[in-house]
């Protein structure tokens, strides 16, 4: 069959299941959920790729899930992705009881991932495609609550803290061969897409600084202050940004979680948290030992004891240019886009786990722009449904059938002219050699 009249079908199937699409967006939207906890996220997909047919392996990291079609082809395997976790900010109009709102637009990747799914299972357009297909809805991508990551590692629920890197761990991306997903963007100049979208990689870490407790007015000469170390590492690190080169778009940040237990004592414990990002790996490590040495340099001043854990976050995004093409052709040839509302590049110093994927293998992560407001702020807000959620799951549709049309002649020429950074077992190497505890002790007794 012409590969028109494949993509017209397809097309055909979204628009009849417009409102089906649309709701699981505003379901999700509805009920946020932070990360390894997005359970009612991950039942909807369920029950949506079950309805299709598809056998659906469930709870793939805590949460998420996982269906496949075309598994008896033998062409290259692309895998759909939609992320599943909201973020906290309670000041948002429609945060939930604990601060939780989709500010990140994740509930429309969801919709438009499964209505991609949708699209392509029930209009049979995929029985005419050359490779195989997985549509995976992926947990825990927003790098937020730590110590509740923590505790699911500690548990040994999970082994690495974002929900790529743990599901590349764990073999699901063994067999892939390339990945696609979008992000809800904002709407900026009346552009709606951005093609290639840059990010920095970061790396998390917990800090704990411990001291010792005495009567902040009768004995505090007895005390070991570490919210002192704390404020002093502060000072530290934000001495250091004149040490960062702009190219490589170092971003260092940090919150207390928790500074003492009562104003008259001195404080013994203060945790924080905090990123180091760049947009390469190389200058995030740079950044990192810098980082490092200040934390150090303020328990060695006051004399007590720090505690750092540091985990790779996320490595820099890298989209690959052949299926950024294929995506924007059919903007303009399917969806009706003109070339000048579509943005080319667009560097960020945000971060993304997709960028750890785009080491590894060929990956497309546009931003398609369905909002206004920025990301993870009170003013992020959908405002048009139709790009948001049905605009979406079209264009990646469209995209996965050129990838594996005749003989998936595009998705091999991608793969040919690919070249990684790093082969998964090279990938989870390098999270193990930089998921490291250090502890500096200076304390006497």
């Not at 909201?86 to 500010?103: Q, T, V, Y």
């Not at 809800?184 to 897409?193: A, D, Q, R, Y």
């Not at 500074?259 to 414990?269: C, H, I, R, T």
């Not at 003989?407 to 990938?427: C, E, H, M, S």
């Amino acid at each position: 069959m012409d590969i028109n009249q494949l993509k017209k079908m397809c097309l055909d199937e979204i628009d009849k299941n417009k409102e089906t699409i649309i709701n699981i967006g505003k379901y999700i939207y509805n009920n946020p959920e932070l990360s390894y906890r997005e359970f009612k996220a991950t039942d909807i997909a369920i029950k949506t790729l079950k309805d299709l047919g598809l056998k659906v392996e469930e709870n793939i990291a805590v949460t998420g899930c996982k269906a496949s079609i075309n598994e008896d082809k033998q062409g290259p395997k692309v895998a759909i992705l939609g992320e599943l976790d909201a973020l906290s900010c309670p000041e948002h109009k429609d945060a939930k009881e604990g601060g939780a709102i989709h500010c990140c637009g994740h509930n429309a990747q969801m919709a438009g991932m499964l209505g991609c799914a949708i699209g392509l299972v029930k209009s049979g357009v995929f029985k005419y495609l050359d490779g195989k297909i997985d549509f995976m809805a992926v947990p825990a991508e927003e790098g937020i609550e730590l110590e509740y990551r923590k505790y699911l590692q500690d548990n040994k629920m999970i082994t690495y803290v974002g929900g790529k890197q743990e599901l590349i761990h764990k073999g699901y991306f063994d067999d892939v061969d390339m990945a696609m997903m979008f992000h809800l963007g904002s709407i900026k100049e009346n552009k709606k897409c951005i093609i290639k979208g840059k990010s920095n990689g970061f790396i998390e870490k917990g800090i704990t600084f411990i001291g010792k407790s005495a009567h902040s007015g009768g004995a505090p000469h007895l005390g070991i202050n570490a919210a002192t170390m704390a404020n002093l590492a502060i000072n530290n690190i934000n001495a250091l940004r004149d040490t960062f080169k702009d190219e490589d778009t170092v971003r260092v940040h940090y919150i207390i979680n928790h500074g003492g237990d009562a104003v008259n004592v001195v404080p013994n414990k203060v945790t924080m948290e905090a990123m180091v990002r760049a947009n390469n790996a190389k200058a995030m490590i740079d950044a990192n030992k810098k980082f490092n040495r200040a934390l150090q340099a303020a328990a060695l001043a006051i004399g007590g004891k720090v505690i750092i854990e540091d985990f790779i976050g996320y490595l820099s995004l890298e989209t690959d240019d052949k299926m950024n093409s294929l995506f924007k052709s059919n903007l303009i040839n399917f969806l009706n886009i003109k070339e000048e509302e579509i943005i080319d590049l667009n560097k960020g110093g945000g971060s993304t786990d997709m960028g750890d994927l785009s080491q590894i293998m060929p990956c497309i992560h546009p931003y398609m722009m369905g909002a206004t407001g920025d990301f993870h702020t009170k003013d992020y807000t959908m405002v048009d449904e139709e790009m948001g959620y049905i605009n979406s799951a079209k264009a990646m549709a469209l995209t996965l059938i050129d990838l594996l049309y005749d003989n998936a002649k595009n998705g091999k020429d991608v793969l040919n002219n690919f070249k990684p950074k790093y082969t998964i077992k090279q990938y989870l190497k390098f999270l193990e050699d930089n998921n490291i505890m250090h502890t500096y002790n200076y304390m006497e007794n």
